[in-house]
């Protein structure tokens, strides 16, 4: 059964502080692991697609890494509008999705 | 923009009521996905469709249904509502270009049942 976990559950940071999330992994047959932004009462904003170990994709403060069995999600001197969930995903081949519980990000200024 | 939408932002209904849950996108992606998202268990896979007339359960596929008659929408029937299926409902789209995968999602249904 292909599952995914998230560390940590919740994370306070500074204005500024950098730091990483983790997504670990277990999948048969890795498709593509996904990390998406949610605010409350909406849906997931689509941030990266990795599929290969050794994989890293940016965008802004953002960036995301990708090894045989996690992913991080680095987090560089964020800002407080940085502040959602970030659900982690794998699909398989069989092209099923497992999404994380995520983690939960607050940004104090 | 790639744009997904869903019928209803909040609904209520009755248990035992047949409830209609409609999911469009304007992009012409093929692939189309059910997710419902529940405190404590995370977004879970009810159903997915790579083609019209196309459709594979998910992980939690009992209780519902689906239809796909054309590529731009993809509809989620609850046959008779029970009160476990108070949920966030939520729609996807995806495109895969080049070798990428990219995975759109609509603002989501909250529905109750009573």
């Known amino acids: 059964e292909d599952q995914v976990t998230q560390s940590p559950e919740a994370l306070r940071l500074q204005e500024g502080e950098s730091s990483s999330l983790n997504c670990s992994y277990t999948?048969?047959?890795?498709?593509?692991l996904f990390w998406y932004r949610q605010d409350p009462g909406k849906g997931p904003e689509f941030l990266f697609t990795?599929?290969?170990a050794g994989e890293e994709k940016e965008k802004e403060r953002l960036k995301a890494t990708l090894t045989k069995k996690e992913s991080f999600l680095h987090i560089t001197a964020p800002k407080p509008e940085d502040s959602a969930t970030y659900l982690c995903?794998?699909?398989?081949?069989?092209?099923?999705?497992?999404f994380g519980d995520g983690t939960t990000l607050t940004v104090k200024p | 923009d790639v744009k997904v939408t869903q019928s209803s932002r909040y609904l209520v209904k009755r248990t035992g009521e047949k409830v209609f849950l409609e999911c469009v996108q304007d992009?012409?992606?093929?692939?189309m996905f059910w997710y419902r998202q529940d405190p404590g268990l995370g977004l879970r896979l009810i159903y997915f469709?790579?083609?019209?007339?196309?459709?594979e359960k998910g992980d939690i596929p009992e209780g519902y249904s689906v239809s796909r008659e054309k590529k731009e929408r993809f509809s989620l029937i609850l046959e008779s509502a029970s009160t476990n299926q108070t949920s966030m409902y939520l729609c996807?789209?995806?495109?895969?270009?080049?070798?990428?995968?990219?995975?759109?999602f609509g603002p989501g249904t909250r529905l109750l049942v009573l």
């Open positions: 996807a789209s995806s495109l895969t270009a080049g070798g990428e995968e990219t995975q759109y």
């Open positions: 999948v048969s047959g890795l498709r593509g």
């Open positions: 990795l599929y290969s």
């Open positions: 995903a794998v699909r398989s081949n069989a092209g099923k999705s497992t």
């Open positions: 992009m012409d992606h093929e692939n």
């Open positions: 469709s790579y083609d019209v007339k196309m459709k």
